[in-house]
T-cell receptor, first 111, second 114 residues
């Protein structure tokens, strides 16, 4: 089946540092999404990307939909302690197909 | 908007017992998904419904697992009999089919089978 390779698996950073994580696939997706999961909760949508090449920001978060439609990255600038959690990328072929999720990037922020 | 509501939040049961997990999707959403999350395998899609009809249950691990959606506002995932390896967090999620409608997750049910 389709798989998304998400990296890194985990990262430890100092508060204030910028963070970058990415997701690649051998298949084309027409939608890329980034979710964040806090402990004990379900994943929450951060950013949705619907067009190849699209660059979208949400506060300190910036995500891009790769031009080949096989990859996406998420950047977090000036990290803060509440950025701690697991970040998931997800790809979707069409609105009628389910999302395919990456394995997640576990982010730890050291104050 | 109350979001996707799952119950119970935690379930501890003994091996061999029947377990029923419940989900109420967001009103107006016509697609419903059941996921299982473990450290080893991440988020796995078990089954999903469109307009209350099961579309793809190829992710259901075994015949011990079954899911129903009797109406647009309720779904259950049942495990009978449960086994220790079923221990995981089970998430329900909903969306509107088609268009730009992202998936919204519930807060999950943490299942422990002893």
């Amino acid at each position: 089946g389709q798989q998304l390779n998400q990296s890194p698996q985990s990262m430890f950073i100092q508060e204030g540092e910028d963070v970058s994580m990415n997701c690649t696939s051998s298949s084309i997706f027409n939608t890329w999404l980034w979710y964040k999961q806090d402990p004990g909760e379900g994943p929450v949508l951060l950013i949705a990307l619907y067009k190849a090449g699209e660059l979208t920001s949400n506060g300190r978060l910036t995500a891009q939909f790769g031009i080949t439609r096989k990859d996406s990255f998420l950047n977090i600038s000036a990290s803060i302690p509440s950025d701690v959690g697991i970040y998931f990328c997800a790809g979707q072929i069409s609105g009628n197909t389910p999302l395919v999720f990456g394995k997640g990037t576990r982010l730890s922020v050291i104050a | 908007d109350a979001g996707v509501i799952q119950s119970p939040r935690h379930e501890v049961t003994e091996m061999g017992q029947e377990v029923t997990l419940r989900c109420k999707p967001i009103s107006g959403h016509n697609s419903l998904f059941w996921y299982r999350q473990t450290m080893m395998r991440g988020l796995e899609l078990l089954i999903y419904f469109n307009n209350n009809v099961p579309i793809d249950d190829s992710g259901m691990p075994e015949d011990r697992f079954s899911a129903k959606m009797p109406n647009a506002s309720f779904s259950t995932l049942k495990i009978q009999p449960s086994e220790p390896r079923d221990s995981a967090v089970y998430f329900c999620a909903s969306s509107r089919t088609g268009g730009d409608s992202p998936l919204h997750f519930g807060n999950g049910t943490r299942l422990t089978v002893t």
